[in-house]
């Protein structure tokens, strides 16, 4: 409307190409109406099996013998964090997975047809194509990989030292030291974040941070004052209060009448201009306090676009739409920020606190590669790379990407990826691994330009800067109303995404990493000795002076031959590379081939047999005194006697 108006107010060459391009992007909204495309009866049936996906996903339970049940959030969540125990953790993780993956396994192929059909009714070939048209990219899958392999020496690094953390407390009983890591051993039900077991690895456990969990558990915090003070931390910065509806509306605990509520947190825009809500089974942990900040970040952004038209109510693109919720809780999380807040006590840090600090906001941000392969698995699915009935590549990609293998092994029929939320809920993943990199970006831009701040970016925190809240709600107020090159641009300085600012945040942390992670796990000098499918996807474009200096770790050695089994096949009891497999299949049809000539030829060999055996047994049975009959031996039968021959001749009389 923007664009509309400064036209009839001031019809120029300039006004009328601006609103031109406006009404180009919202016609180009309005073209991609989603699954209103399918006929009625397919979009009621549609309908129904994403409500039974998510319904299944959202009221599954895992029960002990004695009949003590347990749901995801709290309680499965909650045990995941804080057990140690290796049977314990073993339970909850099969549990969960069984519970949900096998009920929607018989459904998935069906509800993935009709999904096809609305997309391609929408004028795209599959699924892939249109959620990736949102980005407005050519080159998004290549972006994205770039990005990827720029950020693989931290997550390597990170993954070297947390297996060797996790082979000192477990043991080679349960960790191969030349292997994988159990995806059930990282404190999460889907190993995304491990920051859950950060007591196994604090790099200098004599200094370990203040428990940020406990002490706000011992102040008595409610869900609606960690909200509140969420809300504090935007209008600080100049922003826009919530309207009085939020704090009416919203659902911030978990209800305790029984009544059965969706857990997975979200924020809700209602386009009513003052309806906005969030639902979240809030506990009083410092994750959900982080939590808080990024949903209050979500309601911020429609509070600034909500004089926008509808068409343009979303973020410059899906990744913007997180970023502002995490970049706020980058700014929460920092030592300054907690310190000002009355969560800690502390009021300076050491090198060897700050580098416990650093490894705790690290191993919150391990689900780089799990939102990039998540996403990267269901465009594989939507275009056909993955055919059903293989679905358990899922774990192939876990492997190469996360360096992860399942705490048992899981067949097609288990079908994992289905207790994945966002696929049951039809939600793209790829954003929050933009949002990640974009989170970083920003944040360097309002430290350094409009707080002024000159130290390590860690230390950087917001709270309290106008001009960083102006920066910010700047952004938010344009929607998606215009390309987000151009919005991040006028932001940053450049219109493309770059992780470098991520790199610099975690620098400390990585030059501690480096120096400290045994040589054992660390890359040998070439690239030829990575496993096959991490050398030709990460680790040939990766800086040489890196590689040989070992500053690039690898997963455990023996990976190789782990992947190798994952990829092999059993063939008479024995596990074969594929190709072998193949070649073994043919040798048993021509062997099988020769032995049915062989019988062939036997059994007729064995018929002429059978009929000279036959033949001679006649002309015996012929030169016999006796006959046989029912096996009893009887004299033959006289010889008939004719008359004598008198001259008369037989005569057959007729009557």
């Known amino acids: 409307m923007e664009a509309a108006w400064k036209y009839v107010t001031n019809i120029t060459t300039s006004s009328q190409e601006e609103l031109d391009l406006a009404v180009k992007r919202m016609l180009s909204k309005l073209q991609n109406i989603g699954k209103a495309a399918l006929p009625q009866n397919k979009l009621w049936e549609y309908n129904k099996l994403l409500v039974y996906r998510k319904t299944a996903y959202n009221l599954a339970q895992v029960c002990l013998d004695e009949g003590l049940c347990m749901s995801l959030e709290p309680d499965l969540k909650e045990l995941m964090g804080s057990a140690r125990d290796r049977k314990e953790l073993l339970w909850a993780w099969e549990g969960w997975w ?122 008595h915090r409610k869900s609606e004052k960690i909200f509140g003070e969420a809300e504090k931390y935007f209008t600080s910065l100049g922003l826009l209060p919530s309207p009085p509806d939020f704090w009416k509306k919203s659902v911030t605990e978990m209800p305790v009448d029984g009544w059965e509520v969706e857990c997975q947190t979200s924020a809700w825009d209602f386009y009513s201009g003052t309806d906005f809500r969030v639902k979240k089974c809030t506990e009083m942990t410092i994750e959900d306090l982080l939590s808080a900040f990024h949903e209050m970040g979500h309601i911020q952004y429609f509070l600034q676009y909500h004089n926008l038209s509808i068409i343009f109510h979303e973020g410059a693109n899906p990744a913007f739409e997180e970023d502002v919720g995490s970049v706020a809780t980058l700014s929460a999380s920092s030592y300054k920020n907690l310190l000002d807040s009355d969560l800690l006590s502390r009021h300076h840090q050491d090198s060897e606190e ?108 917001i709270r309290n800067s106008e001009v960083a809240g102006k920066i910010l709600g700047d952004v938010m107020k344009l929607g998606s109303s215009r390309p987000w090159p151009e919005v991040l641009k006028e932001l940053a300085g450049q219109s493309t995404m770059s992780p470098t600012a991520l790199m610099t945040y975690f620098k400390p942390l990585l030059n501690w990493l480096v120096l400290k992670v045994p040589d054992a796990a660390l890359a040998k000098t070439t690239a030829r000795d990575y496993p096959d499918s991490l050398a030709s996807s990460h680790t040939t474009q990766l800086d040489s002076r890196l590689v040989s200096e070992k500053r690039v770790s690898i997963l455990p050695a023996g990976f190789h031959e782990l992947e190798r089994s994952m990829n092999s096949v059993v063939f008479l009891g024995l596990k074969l590379e594929p190709d072998k497999d193949i070649f073994g299949q043919w040798m048993l049809m021509g062997l099988s081939f020769f032995m049915l000539l062989v019988i062939l030829g036997l059994s007729y060999r064995l018929c002429v047999l059978e009929k000279q055996s036959m033949d001679k047994d006649g002309m015996i049975l012929n030169t016999l005194p006796y006959t046989f009959f029912l096996g009893v031996a009887m004299e033959p039968p006289p010889p008939p006697r004719l008359p004598k021959d008198s001259g008369s001749s037989w005569v057959f009389a007729s009557s």
Not at 115 to 139: C, E, F, H
Not at 395 to 418: H, I, M, T
Not at 419 to 428: D, G, M, Q, T
């Open 98 to 219: 069984d519970a949900v993956g096998g009920q929607l396994r018989p459904v998935f192929g069906h509800y993935m047809q009709l999904r096809i059909r609305a997309v391609q009714l929408n004028g795209y070939k599959d699924m892939g194509p249109l959620w990736r048209a949102k980005y407005k990219s050519d080159t998004l899958e290549q972006d994205l990989e770039q990005l990827y392999q720029e950020l693989w020496p931290l997550y390597l690094n990170l993954h070297a030292y947390v297996h060797r953390a996790l082979y000192r407390h477990y043991g080679p009983q349960l960790i191969n030291v030349q292997g994988p890591v159990p995806a059930h051993l990282l404190g999460n039900i889907r190993a995304q974040s491990w920051v859950n077991i950060l007591d196994l690895a604090l790099p200098f456990p004599k200094k370990p941070p203040e428990d940020i969990t406990k002490i706000t558990k011992g102040q």
């Open 354 to 461: 700050e580098v416990n600090f650093l490894i705790g906001i690290a191993l919150r941000i391990t689900f780089i590669p799990f939102s990039y392969l998540m996403d990267m698995f269901r465009w594989k699915v939507f275009d056909g790379s993955i055919l059903k009935g293989v679905y358990n590549q899922w774990w192939n990609l876990r492997l190469k990407y996360q360096g992860l293998c399942p705490a048992v092994p899981r067949s097609e029929d288990d079908f994992v990826p289905g207790a994945e939320y966002h696929i049951p809920a039809n939600v793209p993943n790829v954003r929050y691994f933009l949002s990640l990199v974009l989170q970083f970006q920003f944040y360097e831009v309002l430290c350094n330009q409009a707080s002024g701040h000159v130290a390590p970016l860690h230390q950087c925190h």
